[in-house]
Each structure stands twice: as structure tokens, then as C-alpha cells.
T-cell receptor, first 116, second 115 residues
Framework: GESVGLHLPTLSVQEGDNSIINCAYS??????FIWYKQESGKGPQFIID?????DKRQGQRVTVLLNKTVKHLSLQIAATQPGDSAVYFC???????????????FGQGTILTVHP | DVKVTQSSRYLVKRTGEKVFLECVQD?????MFWYRQDPGLGLRLIYF???????EKGDIPEGYSVSREKKERFSLILESASTNQTSMYLC??????????????FGDGTRLSIL
């Protein structure tokens, strides 16, 4: 889940396990959500997105689930690999009739560590 | 693939200096963004631009300005650098064409230290 303060939530898994990373978003009017992966020393990398008219979307080894009732987003990574170790954070956008220019609000992130 | 390039990975400047951070994207994106990323505070939007010569303040614009003279280039300017501007600066770009919502794509950041 998301955090306040300096300490990010952490998730440690064994290689080959499935990982689930959670995010509670803040704005019930948000209609677009993105998951990013940030490796040490690099910028955030787009993983997968989902629009509010969907509740599930699948990519390669990743699935995003959206529960608008409780304003909750999750990222599932199948068969987690050491290369998946990174900080993962969600972002939300409220389109506001097309005038938001795609501004995003970001969560604090979760540190995923995958042990060989 | 989208390529967002930030001109410097690491930069050290002195208090009071005028600092320029440059960002270039190669996908003809309309929208460009500057963020700073600090431990415990996440990504915070400084400024963004939705067209050439257009700019909008983000959440923390104080002490910064921006310039967008060409579509592919978006510059962040620290008018008089201060130690509290030591941070990781991230540039992003996003297309406005096609789907109403599209992801932002990020550069690898500039780690700026103000001494």
C-alpha cells in the first residue's frame, strides 16, 4: 500500500513467486491510472495503464486490477524475477473534461525485492 | 520507443548560481513536464507545458521557471539556486493525440546538488 513519511512499504518475495503491490488512490473522479517501475538510478518506466471503464487489464506477466468502489488499485506480477526488483508506484489522472493536460498524482511507492 | 533525454545525469552547482536543466524528447509529444523527486515526498510537479511557448505552474513552482521555445525541448531554470533545491529532477513527455489518456514517459533524471 501507500505510505506517508520516509519509509516506503516493502515487499520481499522469492524468485518465481507471484507479487501483488497495492495502491489506494485519493480522487474518486480519477479516470485513468498508471503503474510505473523505477530502478535505482533510473527514471520511472511505464508498465501498464487502465482506464476507469475497466476493472482489469493484462500485459506481459503483469495484471492491473481496479476497484473503484474502494478506490484501490493493484499490480500483480507473475513469476517474479530478480530483474523485477525496483520501486513501484501508481499514478492517477483526473481528465477534468480534457483540460488536465494529463497531470498525474503519484503514490509514494512500494519497494519490491526479489530473492534468487 | 519514446526517448526522453536529460542532458546531465549529475550536476553540482553553488548557491546563487543560475542553473539550466535541459530535456529533449523525440516523439513529437505536445505535453512536457518537470518534477522533482525527494525521499518521503514522492514526485512533485514543478511546471508543465502543453505547447510551444506555453507553460503552466505545477504544485511547487517557486524558485523555478521554464522555457519551451521548440516542441522537442523543455528547459527548467533555477533562477538563483538554493540548497533546498538539491534533488533528483525528472522530465517527462506525453502525447495529446489519439486516446484521451496516455502515459507520461520519463527521462533518467538529473541528480542536482547545490553547495
Amino acid at each position: 500500500g501507500e505510505s506517508v513519511g520516509l519509509h516506503l512499504p516493502t515487499l520481499s518475495v522469492q524468485e518465481g513467486d507471484n507479487s501483488i503491490i497495492n495502491c489506494a488512490y485519493s480522487n474518486s473522479a480519477s479516470d485513468y491510472f498508471i503503474w510505473y517501475k523505477q530502478e535505482s538510478g533510473k527514471g520511472p518506466q511505464f508498465i501498464i495503464d487502465i482506464r476507469s471503464n475497466m476493472d482489469k487489464r493484462q500485459g506481459q506477466r503483469v495484471t492491473v486490477l481496479l476497484n473503484k468502489t474502494v478506490k484501490h488499485l493493484s499490480l500483480q506480477i507473475a513469476a517474479t524475477q530478480p530483474g523485477d526488483s525496483a520501486v513501484y508506484f501508481c499514478a492517477e489522472n483526473m481528465d477534468a473534461g480534457g483540460t488536465s493536460y494529463g497531470k498525474l498524482t503519484f503514490g509514494q511507492g512500494t519497494i519490491l525485492t526479489v530473492h534468487p | 520507443d519514446v526517448k526522453v533525454t536529460q542532458s546531465s545525469r549529475y550536476l553540482v552547482k553553488r548557491t546563487g548560481e543560475k542553473v539550466f536543466l535541459e530535456c529533449v524528447q523525440d516523439m513529437d509529444h505536445e505535453n512536457m513536464f518537470w518534477y522533482r523527486q525527494d525521499p518521503g515526498l514522492g514526485l512533485r510537479l514543478i511546471y508543465f507545458s502543453y505547447d510551444v511557448k506555453m507553460k503552466e505552474k505545477g504544485d511547487i513552482p517557486e524558485g523555478y521557471s521554464v522555457s519551451r521555445e521548440k516542441k522537442e525541448r523543455f528547459s527548467l531554470i533555477l533562477e538563483s539556486a538554493s540548497t533546498n533545491q538539491t534533488s533528483m529532477y525528472l522530465c517527462a513527455s506525453k502525447s495529446d493525440r489519439g486516446l484521451s489518456n496516455q502515459p507520461q514517459h520519463f527521462g533518467d533524471g538529473t541528480r542536482l546538488s547545490i553547495l
